[in-house]
């Protein structure tokens, strides 16, 4: 679980692989290929062994594609890879801004009439729809992964068994899910569902895996039949310590028979085309079987989180402050010692380790001092590791993978006394987080009408942060979960209780400084208002550390602000201190003093 | 222009209409028939020769419909109308809670496999294809009105000619107008539009019209050529005063011969089946004409205003500025002295005539005291006429119509001292509107996203209202005009400079008071920011008119509140106080004073 401070793949053979790929392409009687980053999970990480846009091209971003054609070859990546991939990829392949320019345009530009290959288990339903909806007579050729054919010393697949997440934690028997979206079904008049999301699986069955770091979700596929009966589609022996676990309604079949089993259903089946892979709607269709275009039913029920999972949630909150108040009081200790980026990591790794639970990290720390505070999406490695140095903020962004609950929390911090300029924006941005965890609000309101909450000091004051102001969080699963968020650009549905959060308003400052603080939170009901008819809704906090003192300006705070700053803090030393030695304890109450 | 205080309509003829309606249907081999209180056009208000629905059931809301069948008659009112439609309609009618019980579902409980007849003209196409898209083999057939054929004594349609609105308010010529929404039109692959708004019409050809009372718009329809060619269809001589201004491009044809020019277009033709009626869909399938379905292509341009227009929203704003302060000081004097609510209705409409310049009032006066106020939408008539009492709240939500703009006002006053928790929840209504009008946000926030900030001071308390914080207003047009507003059911259409929109948060206490506060509002470019490349958008404020002080409780106001009302004040003091005599003028000073 330590975290890799090296890029790798970082080799260069661009020319020779794109060459064979090309030789592939001719075979194959194909004027282009294809070769996203995603696996046919559509997770966020991919394993070693499907991480063919990396192995081909060099670039190792967590999101893009390449796309070959016999004179040219574009490499599509986003705002946060455009300096990255001109470093990693060579001469042979041309970047491309996307998805400014989107895979559509480009191939309406340079493939007009041409055959492009593509490999049906990695790309949606919805992608491929929307690719072959061009005007300029691309054909989108389904066929067998060429990067696959050629690439000849590939890792082997994860070979790490599937685990049990026992109902201590779930809080619900697999059973009883398998039942009541059994009973979805046939209200919606399906006959079975095609679930190919890995966390949507894991919740179902309340099972765990370890394919890919930082989320234990199993690599496998399942058919839910209207039945409740479940039929789960893995590679040879991964499902062999779970047998048990999974009962005689759940029947474990081998992966590659998982086509074969789709000409085998009745109509119409449910897909969630926007992650269900290309080669099941084809399958479907060829053996004339309806689809039905849905929502995974799997989603939902999973973001809302039962009681069990909220205990289990605040459990690993708790323990995870632990580790943090440790790391923070440490920091204030070394912070000017000539640490570096790389030491606050792996420190704050040790006392996360040092909980004796921790599973695994939930995602890469960023940790971006002075001006790499101001990449969002900041990975630190060998060649920009930094020193910290005396006045410059640090954003610490971290998250751990607890068998009760995964934890994502942010803290800005300064190094040395800070500026009077890093002060002030530190705090407007701190009165946006504290302005939606203070938010109540009737049923039917969803996350992108809160976000302005977030943002309103900053955008009093021409600033803004160009991400969401929060992402939903699995219970011991994925760090980033659908389908709500508050962000102006999440799915609208109405937040409801149970669903957790997180909570991060940032502020970045180019060339300079970076500041975010991420608290993760929970929808519930709150009771108590004047008109006792109206059923608001409210946030409650799972992160208690506390935040940087040395970066709040207590006059630009309303008594209320201040007022919730103090009993945040009061609870944080309440729920830590005793858990600390003398020494640190003090240094938290000293954190944690009334402002 | 005075308002009326009666029901027109409250004449009981309910049975023997009735009986005489389902004769007709029998002639026509009809089991049912549909009569809604929608005019063609689709307006808030309909002309009394088009107020079938009221002359039939004797229902005068401002929307609802009336389905007759052979053995019951159902009246479909909203939440508005619970109360009065009982008091309305006879014993034959049942009234019914729409749409919580849409159309569609009430016809699929009560009129499986019968034959519904309906007068296509009164109907938008989608309207009909909700209904036609039944469970129940329901038959929606388009027939001849057939309440037309027994109302025998039916007013003649409005008589008042069109008249030009000049470019020296419009801002643009309608040459130009046409031209660049022409050059859309082949844009998106279309030969014509088919405009049936008379509010889209009136800003078109920079026309308006008297046929209904509070808009001016005209009672036409047109159709627009991807030329810029217009063809404006009007009853006979409603024209004849505008031709010059029309100019030879566009032609004016009786409206009789709509039909018949919808079948001479070629396709495909954009309509906006939102508004436009079922038989223009008729018209053009008969004709296998295609159309193209989208927005009416005047919407969004009429509700980017430009320079011109919102100079003359300004000064109709300053203008109506000086009739709401003489009549707030007369208040101010009065309010104990036994007046009613029908004298606040009167006094403020002869202030505003006192200006010379009112064209009519924009919308029925609201004028609710005590418990009255707390009905959202209560219009006073001689049977709820009440004595405005000691210590009670009342609100005064009324507007006009100049020739170079519309406004419409929202005060809430204190009839002598107003208790602490009429003050408290005052004071949290006014912070909400004052979050809206010191707002700032970057391009694409959408008013939905906009519309927390208005009510996150009444959320926190448990308190709430059930109307949206903002609509679109017209220039010297509908005061309720699209397709933008600040709320989570508007359009999702990012807010854009030159949008006017009013900002009026409330609160109701059932049986008890109400209150609300309403500014008009203007998006404008924000400069001066900590970002320069961030393009901020915020709020001007259009109208100027003193909050009641003996509301406001100071204390709990942020310093930046009070400085922004106490800015507000002076400016109200600068602009209106010139214009007042000397004992109105002293009034306002006090009115104006620092918090």
Redesign the interface.
């Known amino acids: 679980m330590f975290q890799q401070f090296t890029n790798t793949h970082s080799g260069k053979h661009g020319p020779e692989r794109l060459a064979a790929l090309r030789e592939q392409m001719q075979t194959e009687g194909l004027d282009g290929f294809i070769v996203p980053r995603s696996d046919m999970f559509q997770g966020e990480t991919v394993a070693d062994c499907d991480d063919r846009l990396a192995w081909l091209t060099g670039f190792s971003g967590s999101a893009g594609y390449a796309i070959i054609l016999a004179d040219q070859a574009g490499v599509f990546v986003d705002g946060r890879y455009r300096l990255q991939v001109r470093e990693q990829v060579e001469d042979c392949y041309t970047p491309i801004d996307w998805p400014e320019v989107t895979l559509r345009d480009w191939l309406e530009q340079n493939a007009a009439g041409k055959i492009i290959g593509f490999d049906a288990w990695l790309h949606p339903v919805n992608e491929i729809k929307t690719l072959r909806d061009n005007k300029a007579d691309v054909e989108l050729r389904a066929v067998d992964n060429l990067v696959d054919k050629i690439w000849t010393d590939r890792p082997a697949p994860p070979a790490a068994k599937f685990f049990a997440q026992p109902e201590e934690f779930a809080g619900e028997s697999a059973a009883s899910k398998r039942t009541r979206l059994a009973e979805g079904l046939r209200e919606a008049g399906t006959t079975a569902a095609v679930i190919t999301l890995p966390d949507s699986i894991a919740w179902l069955l309340n099972i765990r895996g370890e394919d890919v770091s930082h989320t234990p979700a199993p690599h496998a596929f399942a058919i839910l039949h209207d039945t409740g009966r479940c039929d789960l589609f893995a590679r040879e022996g991964k499902a062999d310590e779970i047998m048990d676990h999974l009962g005689e309604d759940v029947a474990v079949l081998p992966f590659e028979g998982f086509e074969a089993a789709l000409l085998q259903l009745s109509s119409p089946v449910l897909i969630d085309a926007n992650s269900c892979p290309q080669i099941v709607a084809e399958a479907l269709a060829g053996a004339e079987v309806e689809t039905f275009e849905g929502r995974d039913p799997c989603v939902l029920p999973k973001a809302l989180k039962n009681a069990t999972e909220l205990a289990g949630m605040q459990a690993a909150h708790d323990r995870d402050a632990i580790a943090m108040c440790r790391f923070l009081a440490w920091f204030e200790a070394n912070s000017t010692s000539g640490i570096t980026e790389i030491d606050v990591v792996k420190t704050l790794e040790g006392f996360r380790r040092d909980t004796n639970a921790l599973r695994d990290i939930s995602f890469d720390t960023i940790s971006g001092a002075g001006p790499n505070g101001a990449v969002i999406h900041y990975r630190v490695t060998e060649e920009t590791n930094r020193t910290l140095g005396t006045g410059e903020l640090i954003v610490v962004d971290s998250g751990a993978q607890y068998q009760d609950g995964t934890t994502d929390i942010t803290r800005t911090l300064a190094i040395g006394e800070a500026g009077a300029d890093e002060r002030h924006c530190y705090t407007q941005v701190l009165r946006g987080m504290v302005?939606v965890s203070?938010?109540?609000?009737?049923v039917?309101?969803n996350g992108?009408?809160?976000?302005?909450?977030a943002?309103?000091f900053l955008?009093?004051?021409?600033?803004?942060y160009d991400h969401g102001t929060g992402h939903g969080v699995g219970a011991y699963l994925g760090v980033h979960e659908g389908p709500c968020g508050i962000s102006?650009r999440a799915a609208q549905i109405p937040l409801q209780p149970g669903m957790v959060l997180s909570n991060e308003p940032g502020y970045y400052?180019n060339g300079a400084f970076g500041i975010r603080v991420e608290n993760l939170i929970f929808v519930a009901n709150?009771e108590?208002?004047?008109?006792?008819h109206?059923n608001?809704l409210g946030f409650e906090t799972l992160t208690y550390v506390p935040f940087e003192r040395k970066l709040i300006d207590k006059a630009l705070l309303?008594k209320e602000e201040v007022a919730w700053i103090d009993a945040y803090h009061a609870k944080v030393l309440d729920k830590v201190g005793p858990h600390l030695d003398l020494p640190t304890r003090g240094w938290l109450s000293a954190a944690c003093a009334p402002l």
Request: glycine share 16%.
């Open positions: 302005a203070r938010a109540r609000f009737p039917g309101v992108g009408h809160l976000d302005a909450l943002r309103q955008w009093a004051e021409g600033m803004d102006r400052r709150v108590g208002g004047i008109d006792a109206r608001l309303s």
